[in-house]
C-alpha cells in the first residue's frame, strides 16, 4: 500500500518555541492532505484540509496563526506548532489523499509533541 | 454535517471468542465508512471499508463488517479474537466521493485475556 512518512515521531519542546511536523507522501501524490489531532485517549479530531499550492482550510475553533500548514509540492505537508504552550502537547496524526482521487486516505505513524 | 458513534469504550473478549464492536453513523447523504485500528503511539491503518456494493465487507486480520442502512449501523465482528488483535479501534465516516476527510468515532479499546 501507499506509505505516508511522518517526521519526527516524538518531539518535547520548550513553552513559547516553534515545532515543525512533515507529512510525506512518499510513493505517490498528495493533492490533499489532513492533519488530525488526538488527545489521550480520545479520538481524532479534524484539524485542517491542506491542498497543494493554496490555503489550507481550518476546522472551526482550530486557530489558524497557530498551527501554520504549508503544502508546498504535491508530497510534502508541514505543520508547525507556534509559540507551543504544555495545553499543546498532543499526538498529531497527518493522512494523504491517495492522488487525489479520493478513494482511501493513508495515515502518517504519527508525532508526539510535549510541550514543557 | 456527519457523526460517528461506537457504544463501548472498551470491550473485553476472551482469546478464541467472538468480537463485536459497534458503530452506528449519521449522515445526510450516502457514506463512505471505515475502520482503522490503533497500536499505542502509532497511525491508524485501514481494516475495512465501505464505500458502494456489497454491504458484508471483508478486511484484513479476519475482520469484516455489514453495513445496514435501515440501522444506520456499521458494526465490526471478527469469529475469533486472538491476543495480537488488541489495540483501540475507531470507526468513521465520510461522505460518498471523498474517502479521505474523516469523522471518526470515540473508539473503543478491545482487551483479549487468555
Known amino acids: 500500500g501507499a506509505v505516508v512518512s511522518q517526521h519526527p515521531s516524538w518531539v518535547i519542546c520548550k513553552s513559547g518555541t516553534s515545532v515543525k511536523i512533515e507529512c510525506r507522501s512518499l510513493?505517490?501524490?498528495?493533492?490533499?492532505m489532513f492533519w488530525y489531532r488526538q488527545f489521550p485517549k480520545q479520538s481524532l479530531m479534524l484539524m485542517a484540509t491542506?491542498?497543494?499550492?493554496?490555503?489550507?482550510?481550518?476546522e472551526q475553533g482550530v486557530e489558524k496563526d497557530k498551527f501554520l500548514i504549508n503544502h508546498a509540492s504535491l508530497t510534502l505537508s508541514t505543520l508547525t506548532v507556534t509559540s507551543a504552550h504544555p495545553e499543546d502537547s498532543s499526538f498529531y496524526i497527518c493522512s494523504a489523499d491517495f492522488e487525489g482521487r479520493g478513494t482511501e486516505a493513508f495515515f502518517g505513524q504519527g508525532t508526539r509533541l510535549t510541550v514543557v | 454535517a456527519q457523526s460517528v458513534t461506537q457504544l463501548g469504550s472498551h470491550v473485553s473478549v476472551s482469546e478464541g471468542a467472538l468480537v463485536l464492536l459497534r458503530c452506528n453513523y449519521s449522515?445526510?447523504?450516502?457514506?463512505?465508512l471505515f475502520w482503522y485500528v490503533q497500536y499505542p503511539n502509532q497511525g491508524l491503518q485501514l481494516l475495512l471499508k465501505?464505500?458502494?456494493?456489497?454491504?458484508l465487507v471483508k478486511g484484513i486480520n479476519g475482520f469484516e463488517a455489514e453495513f445496514k442502512k435501515s440501522e444506520t449501523s456499521f458494526h465490526l465482528t471478527k469469529p475469533s479474537a486472538h491476543m495480537s488483535d488488541a489495540a483501540e479501534y475507531f470507526c468513521a465516516v465520510s461522505e460518498a466521493g471523498t474517502a479521505s476527510k474523516l469523522t471518526f468515532g470515540t473508539g473503543t479499546r478491545l482487551q483479549v485475556t487468555l
Open positions: 510513493d505517490f501524490q498528495a493533492t490533499t
Open positions: 449522515s445526510s447523504v450516502p457514506p463512505y
Open positions: 491542506s491542498n497543494e499550492g493554496s490555503k489550507a482550510t481550518y
Open positions: 465501505y464505500t458502494t456494493g456489497a454491504t
